[in-house]
């Protein structure tokens, strides 16, 4: 066991790491605006298919910036906002992008202080100069703005799209990972823009370390040692060989899911504003009816024992439970985290191929069963519950 799962260990680690290493060249450098517009720095941003091109003076302070990315909707809007005082949505000082009612490109700033519907105000920085333009699927949001404060080269940024703009009111936006890790770091004098910020790297990578985890744990070795302690006891030369496989894959799938687990309760607890609550809800009982199974071992009955039936009845019954509930919430996970769909479909392949091996093993179970019944005559059929 030991050494298959480290294959799959390794498999996933080198997957999860491939998706997140730098790759294409800055597509910004090859944009050019209108008006002649120039600025001395541009980035590709790491999320929504948005780029930033700026121009900073910071004798005067004044930030020249031009905003582009694709709204949500044709008719949606677009945000680019410095956070003055913390990381992300709350607090930040926004610029929004939009058609007014009079069907005219507009750009709007508000302070946003909570969750809750905008409403226009003024903003920690001075707007001096700003306009939109809406052409081939994107906006161009154009603005002067002037920092309050002298010496600042660093801001924290918060970009954003969203679906729809209702009386002059922009509407919620989609909570998708994308939505929820457009923000950053820039430093205005150095043209990078430090993707995320720490905080952020270690979120995202919290993220991939809780993917693959549990993938590993729930979504494959759980299901193998499922697999060793119904088919490999059929075979009196397996016994008591299949009981340590399956006892020893099953203790490390837990050890494994349980540290996967608290991730998981790490990364719900950071993440404000969006609970995903069947994810989480089914990563409670799977912890809860996986620590039952592994108590359960200590309290198993004797062979023999009038209770042992009932303890097998019930071992089984939770094991197929948490089966299910762990193939379920892995896929879950992927909708959630949106890795590249080969990922999904890898980790699809090896359960269909765990499912293909369990179903031949069944059949061969049945078939030693009934050849054994036949030569013995006296023992009962093979009913998954009596024959350890
Ligand atoms: C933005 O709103 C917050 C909370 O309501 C307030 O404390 C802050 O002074 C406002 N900022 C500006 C620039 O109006």
Redesign the pocket.
Known sequence: MASSSQVLATFFLLSIFSLFSPSKSATCTSQAFANNRLYNFCNDLPALNSYLHWSYDPAQSTLNIAFIAPPARPGGWVSWAINPTSTGMVGS?ALIAFRDARGEMTVKTY?V?SYGPLTE????YDVRDSSAEFSDGVIRLFATLVLPEKGITTVNHVWQVGPSVTGGVPGKHDFQPGNLNSKGSLDLLRGQSINGGTGDNIRTKMRNIHGILNVISWGILFPIGIIIARYLRTFPSADPAWFYLHASCQVSAYAIGVAGWGTGLKLGSESKGVTYSYHRNIGISLFTLATVQISALLLRPRKGHKYRFYWNIYHHGAGYAILILAIINVFKGFDILKPEPKWRDAYFVVIAVLGGIAALLEAITWMVTIRRNKSRTSTKPYDGLTTD
């Not at 105000?121 to 920690?124: A, H, T």
């Open positions: 000082q302070n202080s105000s003024r903003v920690w």
